[in-house]
Nanobody
């Protein structure tokens, strides 16, 4: 069974930095897309950043220039380097992956991690 586990969340002051990590494990053949989403209290989950298997990245306007997403295919991992954090970045951050579990699979299956809390104080 596939699992996605996030780490690196915590409490930081405004202007500080954090680096989130997500490692996928289990029966994985290939990972197409990986990304980070976040959900603040009382708000809907929103896209933060994604990266495709071709290395194409996509960022929410609110984090462009401050966050960088990257992946390590050998480790089935994705990372989110966050700089210049703001109180409005406070949320639970979720790792997401679109992947296949064996060579016969045509379509991908989407998986979510359990989330890691990021809190930015003013």
């Amino acid at each position: 069974q596939v699992q996605l586990v996030e780490s690196g969340g915590g409490l930081v002051q405004a202007g500080g930095s954090l680096r989130l990590s997500c490692a996928a494990s289990g029966s994985i053949f290939s990972i197409k897309d990986m990304g980070w989403y976040r959900q603040a209290p009382g708000k809907q989950r929103e896209l933060v950043a994604t990266v495709t298997d071709n290395g194409r990245t996509n960022y929410a306007d609110s984090v462009k220039g401050r966050f960088t997403i990257s992946r390590d295919n050998a480790k089935n991992a994705v990372y989110l380097q966050m700089y210049s954090l703001k109180p409005e970045d406070t949320a639970i951050y979720y790792c997401n992956a679109d992947l296949t579990t064996d060579w016969r699979t045509i379509g991908t299956v989407n998986y979510w991690g359990q989330g890691t809390q990021v809190t930015v104080s003013s």
